[in-house]
């Protein structure tokens, strides 16, 4: 997750990490720890990023902990949950609740830009495009 959304920062204004550290992997050939260079471009372009993980996670907390320290020192803007537990799905499940509980926070936000990127995609069409119902 991390090594996409990096990758392609403006298309991720959400980013969840959910029992993930920041080390860059030997198999990613982009340095992502170039986009925290900027705080104020980062910030503008990512409106959630939120790390989530088990408190029982020695490899999390011994890792991760650092790279937040990183990014408050810096002032990119992040949040983070954690709940009892180790590296396993009962942790991730209440990762993702507290994640999409942030995001829709922000509901009427978050669905304007949905269809303003829309609207700038079908104004390249021709013809007419059906929008179907967004199911709540």
Same mark, same amino acid.
């Given at each position: 997750t991390l090594m996409s959304?990096?990758?392609?920062?403006?298309?991720?204004?959400?980013?969840?990490i959910f029992s993930g550290a920041m080390l860059r992997r030997w198999y990613c050939d982009f340095d992502y720890y170039r986009n925290f260079d900027?705080?104020?471009?980062?910030?503008?372009?990512?409106?959630l990023f939120f790390f989530g993980w088990g408190e029982q996670e020695?490899?999390?907390?011994?890792d991760l902990i650092p790279d937040l320290d990183m990014l408050r020192e810096k002032g990119i803007r992040f949040e983070t949950y954690t709940c009892p537990g180790y590296h396993e799905w009962t942790v991730w499940r209440k990762c993702l609740r507290e994640f #999409?509980?942030?995001? +829709?926070?922000? @509901?009427?936000?978050? #669905?304007?830009?949905? +269809?303003?990127? @829309?609207?700038?995609?079908s104004s390249k069409?021709?013809?007419?495009?059906?929008i179907p119902p967004i199911l709540f």
């Open positions: 959304t990096m990758r392609h920062l403006g298309y991720f204004p959400y980013i969840g900027d705080p104020e471009a980062f910030n503008s372009k990512v409106k020695d490899r999390i907390n011994h #999409v509980q942030r995001i +829709f926070t922000n @509901f009427p936000s978050l #669905v304007t830009t949905f +269809f303003e990127g @829309f609207a700038r995609y069409l021709n013809g007419f495009i059906l």
